[in-house]
């Protein structure tokens, strides 16, 4: 195993706040984490994210992307997808399963259904965009929510690794939503 969390930042650097996820990979790429968590840069390649999580047995993902949830612009939200909703999500994934330069994370649950894998546990670092039209760059408010990600994602991956191994038992853990102008300390 090559550590027992992986941060996965995904989405289109293209299509403006979508790159959300991979602008956090590469700050928290500079950050100091613990030894067992790693980080990747997955962009749009949906099919490499799900053979990493098959071939590894990592027993916590934590994907950092961006998803539109009707909050404020650059919103954090916690989202955790408890096994029972995984078989759902796979499903969604339908006509796209192939699609190997796709992100959608239904496509690759359904992807590690396929090759019979375990994910382990997953969560969701999701921020809120205001704009995935095309073009690069993120939005103000979504840039200024990056640095607040980077401290969330370190704070997860660190109490992830204190926990490991994890347990095989799942217990339903509340979203947690944490607004743009929200300070943590």
């Not at 994210?49 to 916590?60: I, S």
């Not at 509340?174 to 300390?185: A, G, K, V």
């Amino acid at each position: 195993m090559s550590g027992t969390v992986l941060v996965a930042g995904v989405g289109n650097i293209f299509l403006g706040d979508d790159g959300f996820g991979v602008e956090v990979a590469r700050r928290l790429g500079a950050a100091s984490l613990p030894d067992g968590v790693q980080v990747g840069d997955y962009g749009t390649s949906g099919m490499h994210l799900a053979y990493d999580l098959a071939d590894h047995g990592y027993e916590t993902t934590i994907l950092v992307d961006a998803a539109p949830r009707g909050e404020t612009p650059g919103t954090l939200t916690v989202l955790e997808v408890r096994p029972e909703d995984r078989a759902e999500l796979a499903s969604a994934g339908g006509p796209q399963l192939f699609n190997g330069h796709g992100m959608q994370p239904e496509v690759v649950l359904g992807v590690l259904d396929m090759l019979g894998a375990e994910a382990g546990r997953i969560l969701v670092v999701a921020c809120e965009p205001a704009s995935a039209e095309p073009g690069m760059g993120l939005s103000a408010p979504v840039e200024a929510a990056v640095d607040e990600a980077v401290r969330l994602v370190t704070r997860l991956a660190t109490q992830a690794q204190a926990q490991a191994p994890a347990s095989t038992t799942s217990t339903t853990s509340p979203t947690s939503t944490i607004s743009p102008t929200r300070s943590h300390e």
